[in-house]
């Protein structure tokens, strides 16, 4: 039995350590604090409990030793629980109380130490906390008591310092803080950064002056930086190319999530909202499977989705299975389907369409309906490749390997759309998708999609279409979104472009 104290970093999912990922995705239990992203809940294993313990200001919260006595109860109970608290369980965290309790108590425990937001939100923000010839040290300081009489924190031993002085859930004694310091020494001049959401797509950093930080609004949660580096603004989170959008995704959940993690890297903060989902195809996969059996019999085997490769390949034993049979390959990510599994492409088009394939695609060697092809698509699928091939005098067989079929959308994840600035599209059947299910009328200012085919659906359903990628890729399609933010800015929080 044992509980395990894990540092969920300041907000950024991608700065949660491995150990605690790798816990997450064990757990059996996750007891969080209010303010843990809910990206890096999402990481917790399907089915875990999810337990919010978190204090807030607006409604009762659990009191500390309630906190103690639940994790006490869980670990007796056994199977894995992870605490997981904000930043780092030992500074400011209450963790050090959370192990004594569970030492006293006999449960096992673990401590797994997180990136706290007194080093990560400065630095995001562009600002080191020690800088040869400005700051030689940091204190990290709580600004909870700062008005109290008998503040624990010695104000005046911070003024008289040459250290950076990070506070930590100090913004509403912000006034009071700059007062103590000023009044022991600190010149009013001293530079402040004050980062609100540090770390998140929503980071929003202010500069000022301790004269002034009184007067500054400021939400919580923030981290207040006082120093001469809070004046430096090197290289930030802020300066990413798509920092401040939030971009929709609507590719099935299986190719989404990494569109998501691509947007996130340039700073967007992504909803994914999947419309369509991956099933069989109607006959259960029984054509896949029988075509599979007979690959060698083919002079090419043509896979016109990753979709499609991916299906194809869980229905063959290995790549022996195509014998002498070329394969041809849409674009490169169904290549990189094949790669995987030891089958290289032997056609992929500089185009990454089916009408560039098909214009890519050799004709038979012998003569006229001389040569066979299997094609596997998707149930419903376009008849561009089939009817060129067999205009080039191949007999083609078609097999479907998959079906795309909308999804389910819940009310409250629709709701996610408030506020969105953009929303991506990769294939004609997710904008119909996405328009079945949240109305035209929810659609979001910037329409961005994957071609030309997608552009065309999406103004026949009377969008605007703002961006479209110059590659049929989500790497291009990125790519497009944030060369068209460089020149747009960073987006207010505007309405949806609906019909007409």
């Given at each position: 039995?044992?509980?395990?104290?894990?540092?969920?970093?300041?907000?950024?999912?991608?700065?949660?350590?491995?150990?605690?990922?790798?816990?997450l995705a064990?757990?059996?239990?996750?007891?969080h604090?209010?303010?843990?992203?809910?990206?890096?809940?999402?990481?917790?294993?399907?089915?875990a409990?999810?337990?919010?313990?978190g204090?807030?200001?607006?409604s009762?919260s659990?009191?500390?030793?309630?906190?103690?006595e639940?994790?006490?109860t869980?670990?007796?109970?056994?199977?894995?629980?992870?605490?997981?608290?904000?930043?780092?369980?030992?500074?400011?965290?209450?963790g050090?109380?959370?192990?004594?309790?569970?030492?006293d108590?006999g449960?096992?425990?673990?401590v797994?130490?997180?990136v706290?937001?007194?080093?990560?939100?400065?630095?995001?923000?562009?600002?080191?906390?020690?800088?040869?010839?400005?700051?030689?040290?940091?204190?990290?300081?709580?600004?909870?008591?700062?008005a109290?009489?008998?503040?624990?924190?010695?104000?005046?031993?911070?003024?008289?310092?040459?250290?950076?002085?990070?506070?930590?859930?100090g913004?509403?004694?912000?006034a009071?803080?700059?007062?103590?310091?000023?009044?022991?020494?600190?010149?009013?001049a001293?530079?402040?950064?004050?980062v609100?959401?540090?770390?998140?797509?929503?980071?929003?950093?202010?500069?000022?002056?301790?004269?002034?930080?009184?007067?500054?609004?400021?939400?919580?949660?923030?981290?207040?930086?006082?120093?001469?580096?809070?004046?430096?603004?090197?290289?930030?989170?802020?300066?990413?190319?798509?920092?401040?959008?939030?971009?929709?995704?609507?590719?099935?959940?299986?190719?989404?999530?990494?569109?998501?993690?691509?947007?996130?890297?340039?700073?967007a903060?992504?909803?994914?909202?999947?419309?369509?989902?991956?099933?069989?195809?109607?006959?259960?996969?029984?054509?896949?499977r029988?075509?599979?059996?007979?690959?060698?019999g083919?002079?090419?085997v043509?896979?016109?989705?990753?979709?499609?490769?991916?299906?194809?390949?869980g229905?063959?034993?290995?790549?022996r299975?195509?014998?002498?049979?070329?394969?041809?390959?849409v674009?490169?990510?169904t290549?990189?389907?094949?790669?995987?599994?030891?089958?290289?492409?032997?056609?992929?088009?500089?185009?990454?369409?089916?009408?560039?394939?098909?214009?890519?695609?050799?004709?038979?060697?012998?003569?006229?309906?001389?040569?066979?092809v299997?094609l596997?698509?998707?149930?419903?699928?376009?008849?561009?490749?089939?009817?060129?091939l067999?205009?080039?005098?191949?007999?083609v067989e078609?097999?479907?390997?998959?079906?795309?079929v909308?999804?389910?959308?819940?009310?409250?994840?629709?709701?996610?759309?408030?506020?969105?600035?953009?929303v991506?599209?990769?294939?004609?059947?997710?904008?119909?998708a996405?328009?079945?299910?949240?109305?035209?009328?929810r659609?979001?200012p910037?329409?961005a999609?994957?071609?030309?085919?997608?552009?065309?659906?999406?103004?026949?359903?009377?969008?605007?279409?703002?961006?479209?990628?110059a590659e049929?890729?989500?790497?291009?399609?990125?790519?497009?979104?944030?060369?068209?933010?460089?020149?747009?800015?960073r987006p207010?929080?505007?309405g949806?472009?609906?019909?007409?």
């Open positions: 039995m044992t509980v395990y104290l894990v540092g969920a970093g300041p907000g950024d999912p991608a700065l949660l350590t491995m150990r605690g990922a790798e816990l064990a757990a059996d239990v996750v007891v604090d209010r303010l843990v992203d809910a990206r890096v809940l999402a990481l917790a294993r399907p089915g409990r999810l337990v919010d313990v204090k807030s200001a607006t009762a659990p009191a500390q030793a309630d906190v103690d639940l994790l006490v869980l670990g007796r109970a056994g199977g894995t629980v992870v605490r997981l608290k904000g930043g780092d369980p030992y500074l400011f965290g209450r050090g109380e959370e192990a004594a309790a569970l030492r108590a449960v096992g425990y673990e797994v130490p997180g706290s937001a007194a080093i990560a939100v400065p630095a995001y923000a562009g600002v080191p906390v020690t800088h040869r010839g400005a700051s030689s040290g940091v204190a990290v300081v709580t600004g909870h008591d700062a109290a009489t008998s503040s624990p924190v010695d104000w005046e031993l911070l003024a008289r310092s040459r250290c950076t002085v990070v506070v930590l859930m913004v509403a004694a912000r009071e803080i700059a007062r103590r310091l000023v009044a022991a020494g600190r010149d009013r001293t530079p402040v950064l004050v609100e959401r540090g770390t998140t797509p929503e980071q929003r950093s202010r500069r000022t002056t301790l004269a002034e930080l009184g007067e500054l609004e400021v939400a919580s949660p923030a981290t207040i930086v006082v120093g001469e580096v809070a004046g430096m603004h090197l290289a930030s989170y802020e300066e990413r190319a798509l920092f401040g959008w939030r971009v929709v995704v609507t590719r099935a959940a299986e190719q989404g999530a990494a569109l998501a993690r691509r947007l996130e890297s340039l700073g903060r992504s909803v994914e909202l999947p419309v369509l989902q991956i099933a069989d195809p109607h006959d259960g996969g029984a054509a896949l029988d075509a599979a059996s007979r690959l060698a083919f002079d090419w043509v896979l016109a989705s990753a979709n499609a490769a991916s299906r194809l390949l229905a063959v034993r290995d790549a299975s195509f014998g002498p049979a070329k394969v041809a390959a674009g490169p990510a290549a990189e389907v094949l790669s995987l599994r030891g089958v290289v492409a032997d056609l992929v088009p500089a185009r990454y369409t089916g009408e560039a394939l098909a214009a890519a695609f050799p004709p038979p060697a012998g003569g006229a309906s001389a040569g066979r299997l596997a698509c998707a149930a419903v699928a376009r008849d561009v490749v089939p009817d060129a067999r205009e080039l005098g191949w007999q078609i097999v479907a390997a998959y079906a795309t909308p999804a389910e959308v819940a009310a409250e994840r629709l709701r996610e759309l408030d506020g969105a600035d953009a991506t599209f990769a294939s004609p059947s997710a904008v119909a996405f328009l079945a299910a949240a109305g035209a009328g659609v979001p910037v329409v999609t994957i071609g030309p085919v997608t552009s065309a659906a999406a103004r026949a359903a009377g969008l605007e279409v703002t961006v479209e990628a049929h890729t989500a790497e291009a399609l990125v790519a497009a979104l944030a060369a068209h933010a460089a020149v747009a800015g207010g929080r505007r949806p472009q609906g019909r007409g």
